[in-house]
């Protein structure tokens, strides 16, 4: 299930206000033949809501990994280790801390039928998912989004699941002001394995997670510290067999901020942040 710590859904005013959300997961996700993602909002989850956080502290909260199926793609880590907002919300957070959260790793995906398959991908936003946001003096450290699945194919190609995105802050729309975000990592990509003897197929690890200190694809960012961020590492890609061939992930793109063109930076310290090596 959603919501480790809280679970809030159509409520027209949503008011948090020095508070402490720590220790919080979402569900489990099922396994074999029931397999989903992992349960999003390990600490708070927001749905058809405009909720407003202002001194709080949101620590080792966690998402779940995606189920394990038997013969089938694999599934999504659970997004929002901290936070997560659906796309009905706009959130606003003041004064908060947000640190140290993880999100779900993607599930190996499997495939012994003739058919392509892929890993899971590892749940995206540590700190914060969502889709519209105004962060203002936050502290956002040490979060990490969770690891792309691996894949194993015989009988089609196979493609490993990505890490997850935005370690820190994994946002559409985003303002955010006033604020340090450092240390934060996003997952590696999954590998890729192949067995296969007597026809053409590919195999490609997953990259790194993209954005490891704030993933946005239009964001403002005005007087922040981002600093020492890092990006995951791609996954490998070996096989078998005089028909295999293989590519290796690449490492995640933007280590400190990975954003779209209509993004805008100012009077901020970008430092020290790093980006993953290629599988």
Same mark, same amino acid.
């Not at 997560?84 to 999100?103: A, D, E, G, R, Y």
């Not at 190996?108 to 039928?113: E, L």
């Given at each position: 299930g959603d919501g480790g710590g809280l679970y809030v859904d159509n409520c027209e005013v949503v008011n948090i206000t020095e508070c402490r959300f720590e220790g919080n997961a979402s569900g489990k996700a099922g396994t074999v033949d029931n397999s989903e993602r992992?349960?999003?909002? @390990? &600490?708070? *989850?927001? #749905?058809?809501? $405009?909720?407003?956080?202002?001194?709080?502290?949101? #620590? !080792? $909260?966690?998402?779940? $990994?995606?189920?394990?199926? *038997?013969? *089938?793609?694999?599934?999504?880590? &659970? !997004?929002? @280790? @901290?936070?997560?907002?659906?796309?009905?919300?706009?959130?606003?957070?003041?004064?908060?801390?947000?640190?140290?959260?993880?999100?779900? $790793?993607? #599930?190996?995906?499997?495939?012994?039928?003739v058919a392509d398959t892929s890993g899971g991908c590892g749940g995206s936003g540590a700190g914060v998912y969502c889709y519209n946001a105004m962060i203002d003096h936050c502290e956002i450290y040490n979060n990490q989004t969770g690891r792309g699945g691996n894949v194993i194919n015989m009988n089609g190609s196979g493609y490993a699941g990505q890490g997850g995105d935005g370690a820190g802050i994994y946002c559409v729309f985003a303002k955010i002001g006033d604020s340090i975000i450092t240390q934060n990592i996003t997952g590696d990509g999954g590998d890729g394995t192949c067995f296969t003897h007597s026809a053409f197929y590919e195999t490609y690890g997953g990259n790194g997670g993209f954005g490891a200190g704030i993933y946005s694809t239009s964001s403002s960012i005005d007087n922040c510290s981002i600093l020492a961020n890092k990006t995951g590492d791609g996954g490998s890609a070996t096989g078998s067999g005089v028909s295999y061939i293989g590519q290796s992930g690449d490492g995640g793109f933007g280590g400190g901020i990975y954003c779209g063109s209509d993004s805008v930076v100012e009077r901020s310290l970008i430092g020290n942040n790093l980006t993953g090596h290629g599988g």
């Open positions: 992992g349960g999003h909002g @390990g &600490g708070l *989850y927001f #749905s058809s809501c $405009n909720p407003f956080i202002d001194k709080c502290s949101i #620590s !080792n $909260n966690r998402t779940e $990994n995606g189920g394990v199926p *038997y013969g *089938y793609p694999g599934e999504n880590g &659970g !997004n929002g @280790g @901290g936070i997560f907002c659906s796309s009905s919300c706009l959130l606003t957070v003041k004064n908060t801390v947000i640190s140290h959260n993880q999100t779900g $790793n993607g #599930s190996t995906g499997q495939m012994f039928v």
